[in-house]
């Protein structure tokens, strides 16, 4: 069996180095050959993107080769945003989504049979960037009342989060909602440019990396960041559930062998992460644009606890998506909503 100290005495090299450890682990996830792959199970999973920083582990796992490992191979199709992402989900185009947990929130609340059964981040992970020409005009959240907003998709049964985070900091802002124009925008970077770059919106609730890349040309400024572990504490009262994996309870019931190895892929890919340098994950990703890869080394650079380091859910994060999720929403089926409820920790694990 080839393994990776074979792999040092056949090249001579050790296997200390960062970057050598990496594409030792890279070389032999693509060297699993033909026999294996005949063995895996295909696995549809649709994704908001390409290139969103808060679902960047469902991408590495498979660049990784970790869902070979666990004897599935990802089908990821990317789709414009979360509820879209829900939808494909739910319509049996996709066994798995991944998205916002407060969205998915409201996927239930109006009767649709969603379960969150992996965590992925702990903070909202967003950025809030207005267009250049607006910088002397707009200095706080208070200055976008009576402005154009763009947030992520929006399908019947339920808002993104990125609508929601929006409402949300417009409220504790004093700007009633009904004071800003909500207009949806593509979760790709080049849809987030030509709204912002065209003066389709003002403002847009955006995602890393394509933020730094947007303030880098020149395109917006940042108004809010979202992405501190200390600020989100400060703003939400804890850490906070967003990025997660789903699935419907027909797949739970008919197919749990798939569901344990589709979070058990998530799993290591998150522990890999938290093991490894902002550096290594982008080498690992092998994004090829120079101007998206030096972005997301900038990003990751800061930024890379956002992830659940151990893949399991966290008492608080799930509590604090709670309170948010009330807040967010006031109508009747949302109150009677405990999203504690949707969560099934079975493979995940959880902790306080």
């Known amino acids: 069996m080839l393994t990776a100290y074979n792999l040092k005495n056949r090249e001579g090299v050790s296997m200390n180095h960062p970057r050598r450890r990496l594409l030792a682990l890279l ?3 693509a060297s699993a050959g033909p026999a ?3 063995n895996l199970h295909r696995v549809a999973v649709s994704v908001p993107g390409p290139g969103n920083l808060l679902f960047l582990p469902v991408t590495l796992a498979q660049k990784l080769g970790f869902d070979k490992a666990e004897g599935i191979e990802l ?3 990317y789709v414009g945003g979360g509820p879209q992402a829900f939808q494909e989900m739910l319509e049996r185009n996709t066994d798995f989504s991944a998205g916002g947990f407060a969205a998915l929130g409201l ?6 049979p969603v379960v969150c059964i992996a965590p992925i981040s702990r903070v909202p992970a967003y950025t809030l960037l207005v267009r250049k020409q607006l910088e002397r005009q707009v200095r706080s959240v208070k200055d976008l009342s009576g402005m154009v907003l763009g947030v992520k998709g929006h399908v ?3 808002r993104s989060t990125t609508q929601l985070f929006v409402e949300y900091v417009l409220r504790q802002a004093g700007v009633a909602v009904d004071r800003v124009n909500f207009v949806a925008v593509g979760q790709a970077y080049d849809s987030q440019h030509a709204a912002l770059a065209s003066g389709t919106v003002d403002a847009i609730m955006g995602d890393e990396p394509f933020a730094t890349r947007l303030v880098g040309e020149k395109v917006a400024f940042v108004l809010a960041d979202f992405h501190d572990l200390a600020a989100t504490r400060k703003l939400l009262g804890g850490l906070f559930l967003n990025g997660h994996l789903a699935t419907r309870e027909d797949f739970i019931a008919s197919r749990p062998d798939t569901v344990a190895r589709m979070v058990a892929t998530l799993t ?6 938290a093991a490894h340098t902002a550096r290594e994950v982008v080498e690992a990703l092998q994004v090829e644009d120079a101007e998206a890869r030096a972005a997301l080394l900038s990003v990751l650079g800061q930024h890379k606890d956002i992830y659940c380091p151990d893949g399991k859910f966290s008492q608080e994060q799930v ?5 948010f999720l009330h807040a967010a929403d006031r109508s009747e089926a949302v109150q009677a909503l405990q999203l504690g409820s949707i969560v099934n920790s079975q493979w995940a694990g959880s902790a306080p």
Do not use: E, F, H, Y
């Open 107 to 112: 996927q239930r609340a109006s009767g649709k």
């Open 319 to 323: 509590a604090t998506a709670n309170r």
């Open 75 to 77: 089908d990821i199709r």
């Open 27 to 29: 070389w032999l996830a």
């Open 36 to 38: 294996r792959a005949a």
């Open 268 to 273: 290591r890919t998150l522990v890999w992460i």
């Open 156 to 158: 019947p049964g339920g």
